[in-house]
């Protein structure tokens, strides 16, 4: 589940365009004093398609409109990162959970595949300069400073390398597209208030200096291009530009030069490629849609970009501000999408949706990144949050989505907190501990807090806001505080509280009902505030005859109050509540009313509350009957309920109901069975009616640090009682995230044998009367493939402290290709001597305890009954076992001790993906004896000792939990969530009493994960 959400949030996007001419707007709408620097580009370059080269010009003519005297300038060399060693590579290979596009990739660049921008020459108005290169940043010292509103100019010659695809820009990606030229040419840093904003590439994102573009492009003229600007001479390039109405102008020869220009923006990329189906669609009264894709079966879903594209870009016109170009173009190229100023690289060979989604969401950002240019280094929120909260928005309206929209940003939001991996959304874009916080903290929670704003000032208020914030910046770099003075302005109330709890803190929002008092003309409700931040509320009695009745409750430091917004019958202002107190009481007049049906804290779901299961009363409970829960509800705790029957040869009828469930990403989850059971075991008459039952309850432990969980376990299960309280938790700084996982798990229990009933296939049997002990449990990384468990337990049994035994067991797996594995384990364990049988260790199966705990082996062992098992060879499997020993009539006598070691090989095939059917060949070597582990370890060839026992075999397996189509009810089924069937075929074992060695025989097997 968490990969899921992952996935989804932690989206493939990255970015960032924009106009005002060449004169700095004085700052009549915006900060006072604002000013911004400007550079006008003239650059002529070639590429060599078969070297993958390109030879630059570009001059410069860069004007100082700060208040200081500049003595330096810096350009970003974005290809440098493309190198084995650079800050992009260690920083991809140092994160917990690196971009899956990078891994190791420019690691294992060759000469010809890294990037490389060498500086050939560089001269400030005509005069030598002197730089230097490091990483990705070239610093210039300047010949003579620029002061105060002087103009320089900067001529270069540069040579670089285009890098084969791996981050947004590069040749040859994935899809085949020739070039993706993005961050490609020396670009100006840029000079802000807030100093110089030369942040080296190590993986996102962007901030250019406003300005112009003059590019002349000479290629290979098989070559289409698409990209930022306008085209000035479509009659000498053809390739869809043209104007049919005119004849064509191509010069002579094999290269083509492509003429753009682009006004008013703070970058320029372009894309090429030999294959392009280039198509041109008209937005009314608005630019013109350049579509620009590889056309073949894998994108026939680009047949209706061109449409979506115009429809989008209508969209936001309306909801945020005008589009200010002339064109706008999507090109197929990249790695995922991409947003540059006029146009878009993104992925074509996905779905319709995704391909519609990366499109919508990149187009979006030309209205922020674009057209509001801010720092996304800095405050990569106000870039891609915005964009996300306007495109799943428009997404709905233009293509059709969720009813809510924004959920999915929420979801994201409060998967996080429940992992505790959030970071502040003010942290710098390369900085976030890991992607998943970048991702959240930077997309989803702000698209989500965008959402919460609206809930705070209203909606009206919002809507305006929006389009104010984008009229007064457009073509700025405005920062958050600019955001928030905006907002202030046009709702008239205080909002540093608000974006302080946004920006920089990680702040948890939980607001609960506490109590309800009903009074004659009167309901009185209690209102209190779990988490550490403060918001106002909005609380709504819904009455018996439909009416909505809002109770809005603001906070005393907002100074101020939304207008009502749409929806309701009654909307009645509440006092201020004082951020300082956490309890508040409200009292609802109920007089000539019809009855209360229900109360709700903001049942907008605009308030991103971690638990709105204490939001409402009635509490929220989603039953099902006979159908899963779902895992992922936001407003309702989910259960399934359903009947259970079940008969056993020798239990009789057990029937019951089983039921289980949990809030969103399995939090407080609850297992609740319950059967009656009638019959005969273990050659007991019974001749009553028994109980069978199982409470379980596991909650996540909120103040105990990442993943650590509480679990409390009643159950009687064939005969024997069990409970215990245990506290689990994972190790490490990155919670879910850490490769290797380490857990520990301390479990207190009681056992106890309480009836005569008793499933006969329990080995070598359970000793009566009550154990009491401590259980500990180490395991690092995943103990069944590649790593191990350190098991210790510590107990009394009849009176004395003695049931005490130490258990190690690992594994080390070879995939050698993605069907062929091998497995090693190795496994032993010592206990004391007078370690109750329960507890004693076959190296044929697993302990009796340990197959108790196995309900899928001993429910299909009591269903067929004892001798028909036997007949069957049914065996419960333990993951170390050797197999063949634990067939009934073997004849060697005693296989149960107080200690065992084995060591295994198994070879698995999986010969069709998609089908969970291993093929297996397998050997095993192992004893389990009596007496002090070291000192009384049998030896093998030792005629006074019982030897090692050894197996070798084939078999298959098949693991049932992995069905898709029995889903619905794996899902409500423990038993079916276990479920691996078995059959091999041990045709070799050694030492055997009055058998043959070698010998056709074959042992059914029903295990856990297997
Ligand atoms: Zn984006």
């Not at 891994?103 to 560089?122: A, C, D, P």
């Not at 190795?826 to 697993?846: E, I, K, N, S």
Request: charged share 20%.
């Amino acid at each position: 589940m968490e990969s899921r959400w992952y996935k989804l949030l932690g989206l493939t996007f990255c970015c960032t365009l924009v106009m005002i001419f060449d004169v700095v707007q004085p700052a009549a709408a915006q900060r006072a004093g604002y000013w911004q620097q400007h550079v006008s580009y003239m650059m002529n370059v070639h590429l060599n398609g078969e070297t993958h080269k390109v030879n630059g010009h570009q001059k410069a003519v860069y004007t100082n409109h700060s208040p200081d005297t500049l003595t330096h300038i810096y350009y970003h060399l974005y290809f440098n990162a493309f190198q084995p060693g650079s800050m992009m590579d260690v920083r991809s290979r140092t994160l917990p959970d690196p971009d899956s596009r990078i891994g190791s990739r420019i690691l294992h660049l060759n000469k010809t595949q890294i990037g490389y921008q060498h500086i050939q020459s560089l001269t400030q108005d005509g005069k030598r300069v002197n730089y230097q290169v490091q990483n990705t940043i070239l610093e210039v010292k300047l010949d003579h400073p620029i002061a105060p509103g002087e103009t320089s100019t900067f001529e270069m010659d540069f040579k670089s390398q285009v890098p084969l695809q791996i981050r947004r820009s590069g040749r040859d990606n994935k899809e085949g597209v020739d070039y993706s030229m993005t961050q490609w040419y020396p670009k100006i840093a840029e000079y802000t208030d807030d100093g110089w904003q030369t942040h080296p590439y190590v993986e996102r994102e962007f901030i250019g200096v406003w300005g112009d573009f003059d590019v002349t492009i000479t290629l290979d003229s098989a070559y289409t291009i698409g990209g930022t600007g306008y085209l000035e001479n479509p009659q000498e390039v053809g390739h869809g530009y043209e104007d049919p109405s005119k004849p064509l102008d191509k010069p002579e020869g094999n290269e083509l030069t492509w003429h753009f220009y682009a006004p008013n923006v703070h970058d320029f990329a372009w894309a090429a490629d030999r294959d392009y189906t280039h198509e041109i669609y008209q937005v009314p009264d608005g630019p013109k849609v350049h579509i620009l894709y590889i056309k073949s079966p894998k994108t026939s879903h680009w047949d209706i970009m061109g449409k979506e594209t115009v429809e989008s870009i209508e969209w936001l016109n309306k909801h945020v501000g005008t589009y200010p170009y002339k064109q706008y173009s999507v090109i197929q190229g990249g790695d995922g999408g991409m947003e540059y100023p006029m146009c878009t690289l993104i992925n074509g060979e996905e779905s319709e949706r995704s391909l519609i989604g990366t499109m919508t969401h990149e187009l979006t950002h030309n209205w922020f990144y674009g057209v509001l240019g801010s720092n996304e280094s800095l405050y990569p929120f106000m870039d891609e949050g915005f964009t996300t909260h306007f495109s799943s928005k428009m997404m709905k309206d233009v293509y059709g989505g969720p009813e809510n929209p924004l959920l999915g940003s929420y979801l994201g939001y409060l998967n996080i907190k429940y992992h505790k991996l959030e970071e502040p959304s003010i942290t710098h874009a390369d900085r976030f501990e890991t992607n998943y916080a970048y991702g959240i903290s930077s997309y989803s929670k702000p698209a989500a807090f965008l959402d919460q704003l609206s809930y705070i000032i209203g909606e009206k208020n919002f809507e305006k806001g929006i389009k104010r914030y984008f009229k007064t910046w457009k073509f700025k770099h405005p920062d958050p505080h600019d955001f928030k003075r905006v907002m202030e302005k046009q709702s008239g109330m205080e909002l540093d509280w608000y974006f302080r709890f946004w920006l920089h803190s990680t702040d948890k929002i939980d607001y609960k009902i506490s109590s309800v008092e009903h009074n004659s003309d009167s309901v009185k409700v209690k209102l209190h505030r779990i988490g550490d931040a403060t918001l106002p509320i909005d609380l709504v009695v819904n009455y018996a005859d439909g009416t909505k009745e809002m109770h809005n409750i603001p906070l005393g430091i907002m100074r101020g109050q939304k207008p009502e917004d749409p929806g309701y019958d009654r909307w009645i202002y509440e006092k201020d509540w004082a951020w300082t107190k956490p309890d508040y009481t409200v009292t609802i007049a109920t007089a000539g009313k019809p009855e209360i049906q229900s109360i709700d804290i903001d049942p907008s779901n605009r308030l991103a509350d971690v638990n709105r299961l204490n939001n409402r009363t009635p509490f929220p409970l989603k039953l099902h009957f006979m159908e899963p829960a779902s895992p992922i509800d936001w407003d309702h705790y989910q259960a399934s309920i359903r009947p259970a029957v079940w008969y056993g040869q020798q239990s009789g009828l057990r029937i019951g109901f089983t039921s289980s469930g949990s809030y969103l990403f399995g939090d407080k989850a609850l297992d609740l069975d319950f059967f009656l059971t009638s019959g005969v075991l273990d050659d007991y008459q019974i001749g009553h009616t028994d109980v069978d039952y199982r409470l379980k309850y596991r909650h996540q432990m909120d103040n105990w640090g990442k993943e650590t969980y509480l679990s409390t376990s009643l159950r009687r299960y064939y005969g024997i009682f069990e409970e215990y309280i245990e506290l689990k938790k994972q190790l490490g700084t990155y919670g879910f995230l850490e490769n290797t996982k380490r857990t520990l798990a301390f479990r207190a229990f009681h056992q106890a044998k309480t009836a005569e009933r008793q499933v006969s296939n329990l080995g070598s049997g359970w000793e009566r009367g009550d154990v009491y002990g401590f259980d500990f449990r180490f395991t690092y990384g995943n103990a069944a493939r590649n790593g191990f468990t350190v098991h210790a337990v510590a107990a009394t049994h009849r009176d004395l402290f003695s049931a005490s035994y130490t258990e190690f067991s690992g594994n080390k797996t070879y995939d050698w290709t993605p069907k062929f594995s091998t497995r090693l384990g190795l496994a032993f364990g010592m206990g004391t001597r007078q370690l109750p049988r329960q507890y004693r260790w076959t190296v044929a199966d697993p302990s009796p305890a340990q197959l108790w705990q196995n309900e899928t082996f001993t429910s299909f062992y009591n269903l067929l009954g004892n001798q028909t098992a036997r007949d069957l060879h049914l065996v419960g499997n333990g993951q170390n076992g050797l197999i063949g020993y634990g067939l009934s009539g073997i004849g060697f006598p005693d296989f149960a001790g107080n200690n065992y070691l084995t060591a295994t090989v198994w070879n698995t095939y999986k010969p069709i993906r998609k089908i969970p059917l291993n093929l297996e060949l397998f050997s095993g070597l192992g004893k389990s004896w009596n007496g002090v582990f070291l000192s009384d370890m049998p030896v093998f060839g030792d005629p006074d000792n019982v030897p090692l026992l050894f197996s070798v075999g084939a078999g298959a397996s098949y693991d049932v939990s992995q069905i898709n189509s029995i889903r619905r009810w794996t899902a409500q089924s423990r038993f079916l969530q276990k479920l691996n069937l078995s059959l091999r075929v041990p045709f070799y074992m050694n030492n055997l009493n009055q058998h043959s060695n070698f010998k056709p025989r074959f042992v059914f097997g029903l295990s856990e994960r297997f």
